[in-house]
Protein backbone atom coordinates (compact mmCIF):
# COMPACT_ATOMS: atom_id res chain seq x y z
CA UNK A 1 0.00 0.00 0.00
CA UNK A 2 2.50 2.52 0.93
CA UNK A 3 4.43 2.30 -2.34
CA UNK A 4 1.58 4.30 -3.80
CA UNK A 5 0.32 6.61 -1.11
CA UNK A 6 -0.13 9.92 -1.61
CA UNK A 7 0.88 9.26 -5.52
CA UNK A 8 -1.69 10.24 -8.21
CA UNK A 9 -2.13 6.84 -10.80
CA UNK A 10 -3.33 8.20 -14.01
CA UNK A 11 -4.58 5.15 -16.61
CA UNK A 12 -4.46 6.29 -20.39
CA UNK A 13 -7.41 3.43 -21.64
CA UNK A 14 -10.38 2.64 -19.33
CA UNK A 15 -11.46 -0.44 -21.45
CA UNK A 16 -11.47 -4.09 -19.74
CA UNK A 17 -8.34 -4.65 -18.52
CA UNK A 18 -7.73 -0.98 -17.52
CA UNK A 19 -10.91 -0.77 -16.00
CA UNK A 20 -9.87 -3.93 -13.90
CA UNK A 21 -7.19 -2.64 -13.16
CA UNK A 22 -9.08 0.71 -11.39
CA UNK A 23 -11.71 -1.17 -9.93
CA UNK A 24 -9.30 -3.44 -8.08
CA UNK A 25 -7.17 -0.54 -7.26
CA UNK A 26 -10.02 1.17 -5.08
CA UNK A 27 -11.35 -1.62 -3.87
CA UNK A 28 -8.60 -2.68 -2.16
CA UNK A 29 -8.39 1.01 -0.17
CA UNK A 30 -4.18 1.34 -1.91
CA UNK A 31 -5.56 4.77 -2.93
CA UNK A 32 -8.27 7.06 -2.73
CA UNK A 33 -10.61 7.25 -5.83
CA UNK A 34 -9.44 10.82 -5.89
CA UNK A 35 -6.38 9.87 -6.71
CA UNK A 36 -6.79 8.12 -9.67
CA UNK A 37 -6.99 9.38 -13.25
CA UNK A 38 -8.31 7.83 -16.29
CA UNK A 39 -8.46 9.27 -19.86
CA UNK A 40 -10.65 7.67 -22.61
CA UNK A 41 -11.81 8.32 -25.78
CA UNK A 42 -15.49 6.99 -25.10
CA UNK A 43 -18.07 9.69 -22.92
CA UNK A 44 -19.81 6.67 -21.86
CA UNK A 45 -16.56 4.62 -20.36
CA UNK A 46 -15.57 8.03 -18.93
CA UNK A 47 -18.94 8.50 -17.27
CA UNK A 48 -19.30 4.66 -16.13
CA UNK A 49 -15.98 4.48 -14.50
CA UNK A 50 -16.43 8.52 -12.92
CA UNK A 51 -19.73 7.65 -11.12
CA UNK A 52 -18.88 3.96 -10.29
CA UNK A 53 -15.79 4.58 -8.70
CA UNK A 54 -15.81 8.06 -7.96
CA UNK A 55 -12.34 8.57 -9.80
CA UNK A 56 -11.76 11.50 -12.09
CA UNK A 57 -12.39 10.96 -15.73
CA UNK A 58 -10.83 13.15 -18.78
CA UNK A 59 -11.23 13.24 -22.01
CA UNK A 60 -7.17 14.34 -22.59
CA UNK A 61 -4.26 12.17 -22.13
CA UNK A 62 -2.13 15.10 -21.93
CA UNK A 63 -3.66 16.72 -18.49
CA UNK A 64 -3.50 13.17 -17.13
CA UNK A 65 0.23 13.55 -17.93
CA UNK A 66 1.13 16.45 -16.27
CA UNK A 67 -0.61 15.45 -13.34
CA UNK A 68 -0.20 11.52 -12.48
CA UNK A 69 2.83 10.32 -11.22
CA UNK A 70 2.13 6.52 -11.99
CA UNK A 71 0.94 6.57 -15.87
CA UNK A 72 -0.58 3.35 -17.11
CA UNK A 73 -0.78 2.63 -20.26
CA UNK A 74 -3.51 0.07 -21.03
CA UNK A 75 -4.35 1.27 -24.63
CA UNK A 76 -3.88 -1.59 -27.65
CA UNK A 77 -0.25 -2.08 -29.17
CA UNK A 78 -1.01 -0.55 -32.38
CA UNK A 79 -2.19 2.64 -30.16
CA UNK A 80 0.88 3.00 -28.10
CA UNK A 81 3.29 5.09 -30.54
CA UNK A 82 0.40 7.48 -31.10
CA UNK A 83 -0.20 7.91 -27.38
CA UNK A 84 3.64 8.30 -26.17
CA UNK A 85 3.80 10.54 -29.03
CA UNK A 86 1.06 12.43 -26.92
CA UNK A 87 2.43 12.85 -24.23
CA UNK A 88 6.40 11.91 -24.26
CA UNK A 89 7.37 15.47 -24.03
CA UNK A 90 5.13 15.91 -20.45
CA UNK A 91 7.07 13.17 -18.78
CA UNK A 92 9.20 13.40 -16.00
CA UNK A 93 12.10 10.90 -14.51
CA UNK A 94 10.23 10.84 -11.11
CA UNK A 95 7.24 9.05 -12.81
CA UNK A 96 6.88 5.93 -13.64
CA UNK A 97 5.52 4.66 -16.85
CA UNK A 98 3.82 0.75 -17.01
CA UNK A 99 2.28 -0.96 -20.10
CA UNK A 100 0.33 -3.29 -20.41
CA UNK A 101 -0.15 -3.67 -24.26
CA UNK A 102 0.83 -6.45 -25.54
CA UNK A 103 3.63 -7.64 -27.49
CA UNK A 104 5.57 -4.02 -27.44
CA UNK A 105 9.24 -4.25 -25.94
CA UNK A 106 10.70 -1.77 -23.48
CA UNK A 107 13.15 -0.61 -26.03
CA UNK A 108 10.31 0.58 -28.44
CA UNK A 109 8.32 2.05 -25.75
CA UNK A 110 11.59 3.80 -24.50
CA UNK A 111 12.49 4.84 -28.01
CA UNK A 112 8.80 6.59 -28.15
CA UNK A 113 9.49 8.18 -24.63
CA UNK A 114 12.69 9.53 -25.93
CA UNK A 115 13.69 10.52 -22.89
CA UNK A 116 14.99 8.74 -19.45
CA UNK A 117 11.67 7.95 -17.92
CA UNK A 118 11.39 4.64 -15.88
CA UNK A 119 9.39 2.28 -17.98
CA UNK A 120 8.44 -0.85 -17.13
CA UNK A 121 6.52 -3.46 -18.76
CA UNK A 122 3.38 -5.71 -17.75
CA UNK A 123 1.81 -8.80 -19.01
CA UNK A 124 -1.29 -8.99 -17.45
CA UNK A 125 -4.11 -12.49 -18.27
CA UNK A 126 -7.75 -12.20 -18.25
CA UNK A 127 -9.02 -13.39 -15.26
CA UNK A 128 -8.01 -9.91 -13.66
CA UNK A 129 -10.81 -8.57 -14.72
CA UNK A 130 -12.02 -10.77 -11.65
CA UNK A 131 -9.34 -9.59 -9.40
CA UNK A 132 -7.93 -13.18 -9.84
CA UNK A 133 -4.76 -12.64 -12.43
CA UNK A 134 -1.71 -13.82 -12.72
CA UNK A 135 0.70 -11.10 -14.12
CA UNK A 136 4.81 -10.43 -14.63
CA UNK A 137 6.54 -7.50 -15.03
CA UNK A 138 9.92 -6.34 -16.31
CA UNK A 139 12.00 -3.23 -15.58
CA UNK A 140 13.40 -1.16 -18.13
CA UNK A 141 16.51 0.72 -18.34
CA UNK A 142 16.06 3.60 -15.83
CA UNK A 143 13.49 2.57 -13.97
CA UNK A 144 14.81 0.74 -10.07
CA UNK A 145 13.26 -0.57 -7.06
CA UNK A 146 10.63 2.41 -6.67
CA UNK A 147 9.79 1.63 -10.00
CA UNK A 148 9.29 -2.07 -9.30
CA UNK A 149 7.27 -1.35 -6.26
CA UNK A 150 5.13 1.04 -7.61
CA UNK A 151 4.15 -1.82 -10.26
CA UNK A 152 3.43 -4.51 -7.57
CA UNK A 153 1.23 -2.13 -5.67
CA UNK A 154 -0.86 -1.68 -8.70
CA UNK A 155 -0.62 -5.07 -9.76
CA UNK A 156 -1.76 -7.03 -7.11
CA UNK A 157 -4.79 -5.21 -6.31
CA UNK A 158 -5.95 -7.65 -9.15
CA UNK A 159 -3.20 -10.63 -9.03
CA UNK A 160 -0.31 -12.74 -8.30
CA UNK A 161 2.48 -11.12 -9.56
CA UNK A 162 6.24 -11.98 -10.43
CA UNK A 163 9.27 -9.86 -11.61
CA UNK A 164 11.25 -11.37 -14.75
CA UNK A 165 14.00 -10.26 -17.08
CA UNK A 166 11.84 -8.76 -20.28
CA UNK A 167 13.09 -11.75 -22.32
CA UNK A 168 10.60 -14.31 -20.31
CA UNK A 169 7.58 -12.24 -21.19
CA UNK A 170 7.09 -14.39 -24.49
CA UNK A 171 7.34 -17.47 -21.80
CA UNK A 172 4.93 -15.64 -19.34
CA UNK A 173 2.48 -14.76 -22.42
CA UNK A 174 2.31 -18.58 -23.39
CA UNK A 175 2.13 -19.75 -20.25
CA UNK A 176 -0.39 -17.06 -18.19
CA UNK A 177 -1.34 -15.01 -20.99
CA UNK A 178 -2.95 -17.62 -23.14
CA UNK A 179 -3.30 -19.83 -20.23
CA UNK A 180 -7.30 -19.02 -19.39
CA UNK A 181 -8.28 -20.37 -22.85
CA UNK A 182 -6.30 -23.64 -22.05
CA UNK A 183 -8.13 -23.63 -18.78
CA UNK A 184 -11.65 -23.27 -20.40
CA UNK A 185 -10.94 -25.91 -23.07
CA UNK A 186 -10.80 -28.21 -20.02
CA UNK A 187 -13.74 -26.86 -18.16
CA UNK A 188 -15.80 -27.16 -21.03
CA UNK A 189 -14.72 -30.49 -22.13
CA UNK A 190 -14.84 -32.45 -18.33
CA UNK A 191 -18.40 -30.51 -18.63
CA UNK A 192 -19.16 -32.13 -21.76
CA UNK A 193 -17.74 -35.34 -20.32
CA UNK A 194 -20.71 -34.91 -17.73
CA UNK A 195 -23.36 -34.78 -20.26
CA UNK A 196 -21.96 -38.00 -21.93
CA UNK A 197 -22.72 -39.96 -18.61
CA UNK A 198 -26.04 -38.27 -17.96
CA UNK A 199 -25.71 -35.03 -15.94
CA UNK A 200 -27.93 -32.09 -17.21
CA UNK A 201 -25.23 -29.53 -18.42
CA UNK A 202 -26.10 -26.46 -16.27
CA UNK A 203 -24.80 -28.81 -13.39
CA UNK A 204 -22.20 -30.81 -15.86
CA UNK A 205 -20.64 -27.10 -15.95
CA UNK A 206 -21.04 -26.18 -12.04
CA UNK A 207 -18.68 -29.18 -11.13
CA UNK A 208 -16.22 -28.86 -13.83
CA UNK A 209 -15.98 -25.04 -12.87
CA UNK A 210 -15.72 -25.27 -9.21
CA UNK A 211 -13.70 -28.56 -9.19
CA UNK A 212 -11.24 -26.51 -11.44
CA UNK A 213 -11.52 -23.59 -9.34
CA UNK A 214 -11.03 -25.61 -6.30
CA UNK A 215 -7.93 -27.70 -7.38
CA UNK A 216 -6.07 -24.44 -8.48
CA UNK A 217 -6.60 -22.86 -5.02
CA UNK A 218 -5.50 -26.46 -2.77
CA UNK A 219 -1.89 -26.14 -4.87
CA UNK A 220 -1.72 -22.07 -3.95
CA UNK A 221 -2.87 -22.68 0.00
CA UNK A 222 -1.17 -26.34 0.28
CA UNK A 223 1.94 -25.11 -0.99
CA UNK A 224 2.33 -29.03 -1.98
CA UNK A 225 3.55 -29.96 -5.74
CA UNK A 226 1.03 -30.79 -7.47
CA UNK A 227 1.96 -34.63 -8.57
CA UNK A 228 1.65 -35.35 -4.40
CA UNK A 229 -1.95 -33.53 -4.69
CA UNK A 230 -2.48 -36.18 -7.66
CA UNK A 231 -1.49 -39.40 -6.13
CA UNK A 232 -3.79 -38.14 -2.80
CA UNK A 233 -6.94 -38.70 -4.87
CA UNK A 234 -5.51 -41.97 -6.57
CA UNK A 235 -6.60 -45.18 -4.28
CA UNK A 236 -5.55 -48.67 -6.18
CA UNK A 237 -7.94 -49.98 -9.04
CA UNK A 238 -10.12 -46.81 -8.38
CA UNK A 239 -11.77 -44.60 -10.74
CA UNK A 240 -9.18 -41.83 -10.68
CA UNK A 241 -6.33 -43.89 -12.12
CA UNK A 242 -8.44 -44.99 -14.82
CA UNK A 243 -8.85 -41.37 -16.05
CA UNK A 244 -5.73 -40.77 -15.69
CA UNK A 245 -3.97 -43.76 -17.22
CA UNK A 246 -6.62 -42.74 -20.06
CA UNK A 247 -5.29 -38.65 -20.15
CA UNK A 248 -1.60 -39.86 -20.34
CA UNK A 249 -2.56 -42.52 -23.33
CA UNK A 250 -3.86 -39.71 -25.35
CA UNK A 251 -0.79 -37.67 -24.96
CA UNK A 252 -2.93 -34.71 -22.73
CA UNK A 253 0.30 -33.86 -20.57
CA UNK A 254 2.73 -33.55 -23.77
CA UNK A 255 -0.02 -31.57 -25.23
CA UNK A 256 -0.34 -28.88 -23.14
CA UNK A 257 3.44 -28.29 -23.11
CA UNK A 258 3.77 -27.63 -26.29
CA UNK A 259 0.81 -25.51 -26.72
CA UNK A 260 2.59 -23.27 -24.26
CA UNK A 261 6.21 -23.42 -26.10
CA UNK A 262 3.99 -22.86 -29.55
CA UNK A 263 2.08 -19.94 -27.92
CA UNK A 264 5.69 -18.75 -26.90
CA UNK A 265 7.41 -18.57 -29.91
CA UNK A 266 4.30 -16.96 -30.99
CA UNK A 267 4.58 -14.33 -29.05
CA UNK A 268 8.62 -13.82 -29.78
CA UNK A 269 7.48 -13.42 -33.68
CA UNK A 270 4.68 -10.77 -32.87
CA UNK A 271 7.01 -9.00 -30.20
CA UNK A 272 9.96 -9.25 -33.17
CA UNK A 273 7.61 -8.01 -35.93
CA UNK A 274 5.98 -5.09 -33.81
CA UNK A 275 9.56 -3.55 -33.00
CA UNK A 276 10.54 -3.98 -36.69
CA UNK A 277 13.02 -6.91 -36.40
CA UNK A 278 11.06 -9.88 -37.26
CA UNK A 279 10.79 -9.60 -40.99
CA UNK A 280 6.99 -10.82 -42.39
CA UNK A 281 5.08 -13.49 -40.16
Given amino acids: MGALTGLKVGFVGGGAMGGAL???????????????LVSDLSPERRAHLSQSLGV????????????????VLAVKPAQMRAVLGEIADLLRPE?????????????SLEEWVGQPVPVVRVMP?????VGEGASAYALGRHAGERDAERTEAL???????????????????????????????????????????????????L??????????????????HPSVLKDRVMTPAGTTVE????????GVRAAF????????????????????KGGKE
Wanted: net charge negative.
Fill in 22 to 36: ITGLVRSGRVAPDQV
Fill in 56 to 71: KALADNRTLAREAEVV
Fill in 95 to 107: QTLISIAAGVPLE
Fill in 125 to 129: NTPAL
Fill in 155 to 205: LSAVSRVIRVQEELLDAVTGLSGSGPAYVYLIIEALAEGGVRVGLPWKEAL
Fill in 207 to 224: LATQTVLGAAKMVLVAEE
Fill in 243 to 250: GLFVLEER
Fill in 257 to 276: MEAVRVATLRSQALRLSSSG
